[in-house]
């Protein structure tokens, strides 16, 4: 009876002090999550680099993830700053332009003028949410930063140290359990690997297949979009809206027929085909699981846990799907 206080004593000890680890990192949750994410993608790299060593081959490998999508993302972001300032500070030349188009698409003249008037007052309200939210804005600014720096801290030492970390868990275990934990481990490990590494490849296509798209349109900086359209596709199903809707609008204010149809194309062609049939099969194909438990995982996680939630739902779906096969096999 004695012995077995002491271990009800420990075991809610252990539960407590990881309850109170979770609470002390969970403002950096979607930086440690992230950089788990780039680990896997990072990981067939560092296997090809491993005879220069374990340490160079982990820094190399994590830079070849890193440094491009942190080029393409802060680039985008000062981009796309400098395209709002410019909005704003031209605002009687952006009024006209879109009162032009508006013409040519054949709107009737009454409710052009409504626009018209309705046009300043809606700049002013834009301008005003933006000058009250400037504090929340530059707090998650930083929180973004910060969060980006630890991913790539994160997926370093992962890089590094996972091996040694589950070989450290393995001597809890008798040593008679060891070789099936160890079989079991290698079955997540597969996984996931499928698949993050699965996901990745699938948004570098979206990305290359959006360039010769915005060729066509004569879309200025397409170098720049087909990155952007990279990243979003990192996200499935809620982010390459976020390219498509902003360039349609530029589109606009020189053809709107223009617009609709780059509209179409590209939500067939960039969103609904990859999002809906591509991305589903072919990273279910890599990691095992099955394409509407995977998409449903993606949506669920992301609705219900933002950032973290959107990486660590499929990382749950992928965990039950490793149980399976390893009991199976």
């Not at 509407?292 to 499929?314: E, K, R, Y």
Request: glycine share 6%; hydrophobic share 55%; aromatic share 16%.
């Amino acid at each position: 009876m004695k012995q077995d206080k002491w271990i009800i004593i420990l075991a809610i000890s252990l539960v407590s002090l990881l309850a109170l680890t979770f609470y002390f990192f969970s403002p950096l949750l979607d930086g440690i999550v992230m950089g788990i994410v780039f680990a896997y993608v990072a990981k067939p790299f560092k296997k090809r680099l491993e005879k220069i060593g374990r340490i160079p081959s982990a820094l190399i490998a994590t830079l070849i993830i890193i440094i491009p999508i942190s080029i393409l993302m802060f680039y985008g972001i000062f981009q796309g700053i400098n395209q709002a300032v410019y909005i704003i500070t031209h605002q009687k030349l952006f009024e006209e332009r879109l009162i032009e188009v508006l013409t040519n698409a054949g709107i009737e003249k009454e409710y052009i003028e409504q626009i018209r008037g309705i046009f300043p007052s809606l700049l002013s309200i834009i301008q005003n949410t933006l000058r009250i939210s400037a504090f929340g804005v530059t707090v998650r600014a930083i929180m973004f930063l910060m969060n980006f720096l630890i991913s790539t801290i994160v997926c370093f030492y992962a890089l590094i140290d996972s091996e040694n970390f589950i070989e450290r868990t393995m001597r809890i275990l008798p040593e008679d359990r060891r070789e099936e934990f160890s079989k079991f481990i290698k079955e997540v490990d597969d996984t996931f690997l499928g698949l993050w590494f699965g996901n990745f490849i699938v948004a570098m296509l979206i990305g290359l297949a959006s360039i010769p798209f915005f060729i066509y349109f004569n879309i200025p900086f397409t170098p720049l979009l087909s990155g952007l359209m990279f990243l979003a596709a990192l996200i499935p199903i809620f982010a390459e809206w976020m390219i498509l809707l902003p360039v349609a609008a530029y589109l606009a204010t020189q053809s709107l027929s223009t617009a609709i149809w780059f509209l179409v194309i590209g939500f067939t062609f960039l969103y609904f085909l990859p999002e809906i049939i591509l991305r589903p099969y072919f990273v279910g194909y890599t990691s095992k699981i099955h394409p509407l438990v995977l998409m449903l995982a993606f949506i669920g996680g992301a609705v219900m846990g933002g950032v973290a939630g959107f990486f660590i739902a499929p990382m749950v779906a992928g965990l039950i799907t490793a149980v399976y096969h390893y009991y199976t096999k």
